[in-house]
């Protein structure tokens, strides 16, 4: 079954409620600093060879995806499509594992929504998990009337959104990006992500006139990646940090760096600061992570996360 | 991945064969057409185009490579065809031409995309050939090539499909002059970076919102672990001071850099929050910038010597 989901039925968070789709209002609403005063966030990697089972343990580590899957769920899922050169999308077989799990919870449709070309999908081999496994694929086109404004009264840079229109017929969002280089601001993990649900005109906002010359049009990206973040905000993020590209990101081709590890979580700072740092990144420095924990999206302090690393 | 020292000596062996092909003496292309550039029939020695070429033009890389051309535009970028390939075995390789917009923007992409660890082949006029995938450049053009493994038959088709465009582009090139301006001596190979621009130096050393650094074009070298010389040029000795005030000012100022030294006449230094030392001097119109964890070794690198 399908259904729309309106703007009054976005916050559903409370607690047993299980369903942890939170869009517009509910992040919105969270105060600057919120995220400081919150119980440690959570996050779980699972290591090893097997990047199928490393998701689902670092799935288990996270709470399990019953706690964020229930049973009738309609689940949407992002995974990093961008690109087919090596340790630039997400594995297909941490997609298989994903797919997996949402529907052993019971999830009732899982659908990878993307803007980008089926070719894309076909290329890197996802498209091919997502038949396999019954899900589905749906693309749209580039056409401004598929997406939805969403306004961002928190933006720094960004004061309206415009995502995929079809992501709010959905009960769940995980987000699934794969970590790695970025040549306009060094580092892509969960945040960055999130363009892909956004429409490319808005996402063209994010580069102003002089970004090239001009710090500060340099840093407007960054932040409009964070206020974007403020619009959407996943269930569920599972992130392939296993074979990924350290140097010509994000298209590649480049170094790749294997460290073997899927992380999951709900927590968007923590986790990219947690997969910048395993490339000796330092997460201060990377724009994206700083603002988004000063502005209340997460948490960089690596002392205030809990963080349950186990292999397979 | 594995096996890439097997592969490694197989691909430099092939590279003697690639310049030695009959194809090396083909004719030039006439370069109105990238996709003259493509090498077709058996050009490629067993691998042959598979599907149409892909072409896009200035703002429309976005397209082909979204979220990940503004560092092609910073340097200056025309267009770009992609074609794929493939072997009898089945194996497939892709070919991007990037035509930028003047040679030193195709080696600044080239020294951009190269890792340092790569092995040079005698391609184009530098090559390098790292684990699965080939960058070459050669006048106005940028060569990347990406097979989807790190076997020795993916890296041969690397090889076969580099030589025909090589042998089409026509001439050669050398770096900018700037790059001489990097002493030899002790410098890494592979290490050399030209920028045009902040988001590229901004790959190599990030130094925040700093200002001062709208540099007309600069160069960076290695030497030593975490030891580096940029060399920063602003087209004039006044310009260049006024942009190391504003640098200067930014620093100063900033709680991630601090003042360490700047007595007994040395040049000013300072201190990162990974413990690297920043040292600089004036050229001309040229700022130098020498960093590593040894003060010491900063300085010498910005030092009279150099």
């Keep these: 079954m399908s259904r729309t989901i309106g703007r009054r039925d976005f916050i559903k968070t409370g607690a047993g409620a299980g369903l942890t789709l939170v869009m517009g209002k509910a992040l919105m609403a969270a105060a600057p600093g919120a995220a400081a005063k919150a119980k440690a966030p959570l996050v779980g990697v699972g290591v090893g060879e097997d990047y199928g089972q490393a998701a689902v343990k670092a799935v288990e580590l996270a709470g399990g995806i019953k706690k964020f899957v229930r049973k009738g769920a309609k689940v949407a899922l992002l995974p990093n499509v961008q690109s ?19 529907k052993k919870a019971g999830a009732a449709d899982v659908d990878c929504l993307s803007w980008q070309t089926v070719k894309q999908w076909e290329d890197t081999g996802l498209k091919a998990v997502i038949e396999s496994e019954g899900a589905s694929l749906r693309i749209f086109e580039k056409d401004e009337g598929l997406f939805k404004p969403v306004p961002i009264p928190a933006g720094v840079a960004l004061k309206e959104a415009r995502i ?26 969960t945040m960055k992500n999130l363009m892909g649900l956004n429409s490319p005109a808005n996402n063209r906002t994010f580069h102003r006139p ?21 619009a959407v905000k996943p269930a569920l993020n599972i992130v392939d940090a296993t074979e990924f590209i350290v140097t010509n990101g994000p298209f590649g081709p480049g170094q790749l760096f294997r460290p073997q590890r899927v992380v999951a979580g709900t927590d968007r700072v923590a986790i990219d600061a947690y997969c910048a740092s395993l490339w000796a990144l ?7 992570i700083k603002l988004g924990g000063e502005q209340g999206l997460g948490e960089i302090d690596p002392n205030r996360v809990l963080l349950k690393e186990e292999n397979i | 991945m594995t096996g890439s020292r097997r592969w490694g000596i197989a691909a430099l062996a092939l590279t003697g064969l690639v310049l030695s092909g009959a194809w090396a003496a083909g004719a030039r292309a006439v370069q109105d057409d990238l996709r003259a550039l493509l090498p077709a029939g058996d050009d490629a020695k067993g691998w042959v185009k598979d599907g149409d070429p892909q072409e896009f033009a200035g703002e429309d ?3 082909y490579i979204d979220g990940g051309a503004e560092i092609y535009q910073e340097y200056g970028f025309r267009r770009i065809v992609v074609q794929d390939y493939e072997n009898a075995a089945g194996k497939s390789v892709s070919l991007e031409i990037f035509e930028m917009e003047t040679p030193a923007a195709a080696f600044g992409m080239f020294t951009f995309k190269r890792s340092g660890r790569g092995k040079n082949v005698a391609i184009g006029a530098g090559a390098e050939l790292e684990d699965y995938y080939l960058n070459f450049w050669k006048g106005r053009f940028l060569v990347t090539l990406t097979g989807f493994d790190d076997t020795a038959g993916t890296i041969e088709g690397l090889l076969a499909v580099a030589g025909p465009v090589d042998a089409r582009i026509a001439g050669t090139s050398e770096p900018p002059d700037i790059v001489a301006a990097l002493p030899e001596q002790g410098l890494k190979p592979g290490s050399v970076k030209y920028f045009k621009g ?13 200002r001062g650094l709208a540099f007309t074009e600069a160069v960076k070298g290695d030497y030593g672990d975490d030891t580096a010389l940029i060399v920063m040029d602003y087209g004039s000795a ?20 601090v003042r360490s030294g700047s007595e007994q006449g040395v040049p000013p230094l300072f201190r990162d929050a990974k413990n ?7 050229a001309g119109p040229r700022l130098l910038l020498g960093i590593s964890p040894d003060p010491a070794a900063s300085l010498a690198l910005v030092g009279p010597s150099r």
């Design chain 1, 164 to 189: 995929l229109a079809a992501l709010y017929e959905h009960d769940v969002f995980i987000n699934m990006p794969i970590t790695k280089d970025h040549a306009g601001n060094k580092f892509t993990g």
């Design chain 2, 238 to 257: 006044g310009a260049r001071a006024s942009a190391w005030n504003k640098l200067r000012g930014f620093l100063e100022g900033s709680d991630r850099f």
């Design chain 1, 84 to 102: 087919r050169h090596p340790g630039s999308f997400t594995k297909p077989e941490i997609l298989r594992a994903v797919i997996r799990l949402c």
């Design chain 2, 61 to 63: 890389l976005y397209a």
């Design chain 1, 210 to 230: 002089n970004w090239k010359t001009d710090p500060n049009d340099i840093t407007h990206l960054d932040q409009s990646i964070v206020d974007l973040n403020k």
């Design chain 2, 198 to 210: 902040l988001l590229g130096l901004n790959n190599v050393y990030s130094l925040q919102t700093a």
């Design chain 2, 276 to 282: 690297r030392y920043l040292a600089f001097a004036a």
């Design chain 1, 282 to 288: 330092r997460p201060a420095d990377i724009f994206q």
